[in-house]
């Protein structure tokens, strides 16, 4: 009898076991807009000098300083397509951490005098990766990264805001 019933628990509890509900599929959480930051710098002569903040939300702010067609803040909106694009640009030069490309630095060889610069943040959460490019830095070998990231702003629709280049 005693065996019977230990029996009968012990198949109870594993076809209770068996029952057990499902894992309820984990529902998408709500991922932070990830935002980029891009900023010129001035240089000897006219290059435009603004700010333009875009986040993968679509919200974007361009903020003209020198020697641009507005200054001041313009809200605008980017879409998914445009948001990937100037991203995709950036991306293969986004450092873990800071890189700091200017004169005086390791990775600053031939510096030429009186060229603009850039600085771009990638911001998602509370990590930030942070470039920094004097475009006088490494002319030859540094040609195919400084025309990316002039070019990148190419892909979000703040053309008028910048004016004739």
Sequence with gaps: MRSTVLRALLLSAFLLAGCKAAPKPTEPQAVEPQTIEYETAPCYGLCPVY???????????????????????????????????????????????????????????????????????????????????????????GKPMAEALRMAPEALPIANFIGKR
């Design 51 to 141: 700010r333009v903040t875009v986040a993968s939300d679509g919200a974007g702010i361009f903020t003209g300083m020198q020697h641009t067609a507005v200054t001041g803040d313009r809200k605008f909106v980017v879409t998914r397509d445009q948001f990937v694009a100037f991203a995709k640009a950036l991306a293969p030069y986004r450092p873990k951490g800071t890189r700091n490309i200017t004169p005086g630095q390791p990775d600053c060889v031939d510096g030429a005098t009186d060229m603009p610069s850039v600085d771009v943040q990638w911001k998602s959460g509370a990590a930030t990766d942070k470039l920094t490019l004097y475009y006088g830095c490494n002319l030859e070998t």
